[in-house]
């Protein structure tokens, strides 16, 4: 069952086309990877999908709603955890997870994802005070508070020690085992092939190859398609 189509999805900011008609489809219980390097349009694209922002055209369902109109009901059931999130650095850990829980209608018990996600210990620690690993942490299991379908994760693992994204990518791992859709922005094709059935490699703006990550070793070579690899590999294709 699909849970996100796109079709053809624009967006420019003033003279920059982020987003260059993006056709894409992510099924029910995926870990769908979006890989590129810096400026590609993967946070661009992600807004657009989870209703943070306005696209210019193209089609955009998420659990068949449209995320521009439907954006209330959705965020119901989606969960995001974007790239630049901030909370006021006087807010303890506990006092986060209350505040996510009472933007929705039916959360999750959060004292469990707080166990969940090894916080427990930190909760009565300030934000201001966590170190990013901690807070990206902290981050993610914010997005699982109301319980969502579909999880946007923003550069999962950036700022995480080897441990800690190993830890991270298990705890990615049993959110699909419930059958949870996890779309996961990367920076890193080694994540990409641990964690991701699909993936889109994303470079100005345009998906230049989708697939599993073997079919995309496999598949046919192109220039994008090499360079891109390179940039997020540093390892080359040919
Ligand atoms: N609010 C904005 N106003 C103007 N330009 C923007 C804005 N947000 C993004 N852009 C531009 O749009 C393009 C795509 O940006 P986006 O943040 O979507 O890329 P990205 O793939 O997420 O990059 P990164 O890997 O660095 O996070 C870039 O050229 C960026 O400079
Ligand atoms: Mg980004």
Redesign the pocket.
């Known amino acids: 069952m699909t849970v996100i189509e796109i079709e053809n999805l624009r967006k420019t ?2 003279s ?4 260059d008609g993006i056709s894409l489809t992510v099924d029910r219980g995926e870990i769908f990877g979006i890989a ?12 657009c999908a989870s209703g943070l922002r306005h696209r210019d055209s193209g089609v955009l369902r998420v659990l068949g709603m449209d995320p521009q109109t439907d954006r209330r009901a959705l965020q119901q059931r989606i969960g995001v955890q974007l ?1 630049e999130s901030a909370l006021p650095d006087a807010l303890k850990v506990d006092e986060a997870f209350r505040l996510y829980a009472s933007l929705y209608d039916d959360p999750v018990d959060w004292r469990v994802l707080m166990d969940e996600w090894g916080l427990t210990e930190r909760r009565r620690a300030r934000f201001g005070s966590l170190s990013g690993g901690w807070k990206q942490r902290l981050f993610i299991a914010l997005a699982l508070v109301g319980g969502p379908e579909v999880v946007f994760l ?2 999962l693992t950036t700022g995480l020690d080897p441990a800690a994204r190993r830890t991270t990518w298990d705890l990615i791992r049993k959110l699909r085992d419930r059958g949870l859709t996890v779309v996961l ?1 990367t ?1 890193f094709m080694d994540e990409a092939e641990a964690l991701c059935d699909r993936v889109s490699i ?1 470079d100005n ?1 345009r998906i230049i190859a989708t697939g599993s990550p073997a079919d995309l070793i496999r598949q046919a070579r192109t220039d994008s398609l090499d360079s891109a690899y390179l940039a997020l590999t540093g390892k080359d294709l040919s």
């Open positions: 900011y003033k920059r086309t982020a987003v590129g390097t810096n400026g590609a349009g993967k946070t661009t694209l992600v807004e790239q923003d550069e922005v920076h994303v703006g």
